[in-house]
């Protein structure tokens, strides 16, 4: 016999799903493409505890296991931690510059009075977000050619007597992929922040002017307390993400002279386990990154509440 409390519960339930039902239609395709794209692709973890070779006829479980063998093999490799090294680098790098580059944007493009001069940078900082890395990496490796703008402005202020192959330069790689990151990504990770902005109470605003405070007390006093909690949950998701940097940049700008600093843990993936048909190498790699992406969030998590008493998950 059911609990008269569970009767209420279920009727409220259902009331609420028909009272939302336009917002559950418009995330349920966003909810299937997770499901197909992020959670069924799961099974193929498989691979990484079998020595997987597509066969014509066999299924996944027809493959004979041999437990952490590519695991080992992966730790064994000195290549993997050159990899690595090259990985937390360019993540550190990104995180030290790119994070808070799009909140001082945020403030600053706030205190903008005129409306027409702010839509205008607005929407020439966000374009680059939607160009490809293809045509980026280009614009770079023109900008930075010996014969490019950059190195022509250098000789003409005198900085330097002859033009320098930037990109033929191993220890300077590391900085130039984090300057196109930034270049690229600068208006549009800087959007959230405005939006947050936007959510504080304008009388506050008003109240301090009143009381005679500065444009930078508002921001130290108002703003930045007031955007706070945004700027943790994005902190804490960026720690989450500081293995997985992808490898766009890193495959355009890179060449055989900066492979030392170019390779990363996506490029190793592609280079030493699908290129080969290594693919339960490959495999075991994706699950070290995402084991250790579930550690760094919980452990950024942690920090955040102990900091600020708030938790993102």
Known sequence: MNHPGYKIHKKT??????????????VLPFLIWIIIFKYLPLW????????????AGMGIFDYPFVGLKHFIALFQDPMFYNVMGNTLAMSF????FGFPL???????????????????????????HFVS?????????????????????????????EPISFLALPRWF??????????????????????AI???????????????????????????????????????LDIGWIISIGFEKQYLLGNSIVQDYSKVLDLYILDYGIKLGRYSFGTAIG???????????FFANQLAKRWNGQTVI
């Not at 339930?13 to 028909?18: D, S």
């Not at 890395?133 to 007597?161: C, H, P, Q, S, Y």
């Not at 300057?179 to 800087?190: P, Q, R, V, Y």
């Open 174 to 195: 590391w900085g130039i992929c984090t300057s196109a990151e930034i270049w690229k990504e600068l208006g549009w990770n800087s959007i959230i922040f405005l939006a």
């Open 102 to 128: 799009p909140i001082l944007f945020a403030i600053l493009l706030n205190e903008v009075k005129s409306i027409k001069f702010k839509k205008l940078v607005q929407t020439s900082t966000y374009l680059p």
């Open 44 to 55: 193929g973890w498989l691979m990484a505890f079998q020595d997987y070779r597509p066969k």
């Open 93 to 96: 790098m990104q995180l030290i």
């Open 13 to 26: 339930f259902i009331k609420t799903i028909v009272k939302q039902r336009y917002l559950i239609l418009m």
């Open 133 to 161: 890395w293809v045509i980026v990496a280009g614009l770079f490796t023109t900008l930075l050619a010996r014969d490019g703008i950059v190195n022509e402005m250098l000789l003409l202020i005198g900085a330097i007597k």
């Open 287 to 297: 699950i070290f990154k995402s084991v250790v992406s579930i550690i760094l969030l």
């Open 198 to 236: 936007a959510g504080i109470d304008p009388t506050l605003y008003e109240a301090a002017k009143v009381d005679g405070a500065s444009r930078w007390q508002s921001i130290k006093h108002i703003t930045i307390p007031g955007i706070i909690s945004t700027i943790l949950v994005i902190l804490v």
